[in-house]
Each structure stands twice: as C-alpha cells, then as structure tokens.
C-alpha cells in the first residue's frame, strides 16, 4: 500500500483559498487518491476522490498532475467549519481494500 | 439512503472487564465492514474488515475480536479489556466489491479504560 505525506498543520483565514498538497510517491497503476475531513469526535467524512488530472465536486477540488506522485486538495473560500483534519489516502481500486489512514492535516481557521 | 449506527456513543470500564461494541448499517445489503481505533491525535488504525457473515480479517493482532452475525452488523468484543485499549472506535461501510470503494463511517464510540 502507498505511503503518503501530507502536512501535519496548517492555518488560513474566512475567505481564503486552501491547498493541502500529499506526497505519495510509490502510489500504483491501479491506485486511486481519496480524501476525507474528520471533526473531533466524529467519524471521517469523504470528501473528493480521483486517479487522475483534475476532479470537482461542490465541497473541494482534487488536482494530480501527470505523474500521480502526489495531489493537492484545494477548498475554495473556507470558513470556520472548515477547521478539521484532513487526510489523503491512497488505496487500490480493487474489492474489499484496506485503507490506511496517515496522521492527516490539521487545517485551523482563523476569523 | 443508508446509514450507519454504533452504539454505546460513549463507554468507561475498567480494565479486565469485557467490551461489547455494535455497529448496524441499514439502507444496503452485503456491505464490506470495517473496524478502526483512533488514539488522540492520532491517525486511524484499521483493526478488522469482513467482507461476509462470518468472514472476518484480522489486521492488528491484540485481545480484541471482531464477529459478524448478521449481514449488515458488525460486534467488536474483548474478553478483558487493558488500559491500552481505550481510545475512539469507528465502525465503517463500503459498497460495491468490484469498483472503488468509498468508506462511510459511523458516529464512533470513545472508550475509557480506567
């Protein structure tokens, strides 16, 4: 399975675009790119997921560039809700797969 | 829709005791399952998956186990508990063995081993 790297911290303001960037430099052919935001004490939620180029849903927008060596999670004009923990996951697109979850990104946001 | 449900939300007992955690999924059928526990602060650490009654995976040898009786439910149990044990536990569910599976997690129980 892919290891990834991703920031343990990070902080920004109402209003301001954030990118979260994620290292997974042995990701595989067949591996796909998920992330997910947990609030504390709360089960994670999923929020984008893609394998290649440039992905957009109404919460985030997930950009892998060519090689798949890393992604960038980008939430566009944040709030202070958006204050959670991030994590990238990297996992095979196969059945019943193990997802391995890394320490993830802290994301604060200040008024 | 589908939903998931764990229960106790939260749960104190002291060490040796034995653990019972449930975890039901509604609004779907044969889903993957799957057990984590997240240390504060800390990452989550997959436990068990079943993909079927009575299929369990182990994926972290320790004095848990994990049982599934029933399609859509899910137990996570000791025999007696350590201080170790105490931590976040998040029962979750995917569908679909063939394409990418999308993991949907419950409300989590916190467990305090005193």
């Known amino acids: 399975l892919a290891k990834t790297t991703q920031p343990i911290s990070m902080d920004s303001y109402e209003g301001q675009e954030v990118n979260i960037t994620c290292s997974h430099n042995n990701i595989a052919t067949n591996d796909y790119i998920t992330w997910y935001q947990q609030f504390p004490s709360q089960g994670p939620r999923f929020i984008i997921q893609?394998?290649?180029t440039k992905v957009t849903n109404e919460v985030a927008s997930l950009f892998i560039p060519a090689d798949r060596k890393s992604s960038t999670l980008s939430l566009p004009r944040v709030s202070l809700s958006d204050t959670a923990v991030y994590y990238c996951?990297?996992?095979?697109?196969?059945?019943?797969?193990?997802?391995?979850f890394g320490s993830g990104t802290r994301l604060s946001i200040r008024p | 829709s589908q939903t998931i449900h764990q229960w106790p939300a939260t749960l104190v007992q002291p060490v040796g005791s034995p653990l019972s955690l449930e975890c039901t999924v509604e609004g779907t059928s044969n889903p993957n399952l799957y057990w984590y526990r997240q240390a504060a602060g800390r990452g989550l650490q997959l436990l068990f998956y079943s993909v079927g009654i009575g299929q369990i995976s182990s994926e972290v040898p320790q004095n848990l186990s994990a049982s599934r009786p029933q399609d859509r439910q899910f137990i996570l149990s000791s025999k007696k508990l350590l201080l170790s044990d105490s931590g976040f536990y998040l029962c979750?569910?995917?569908?679909?063995?063939?394409?990418?599976?999308?993991?949907?997690f419950g409300p989590g129980t916190r467990l305090l081993v005193l």
């Open positions: 996951l990297v996992r095979p697109y196969s059945s019943a797969s193990k997802i391995i």
């Open positions: 893609g394998y290649k």
């Open positions: 979750a569910w995917s569908a679909d063995r063939v394409r990418q599976e999308t993991q949907y």
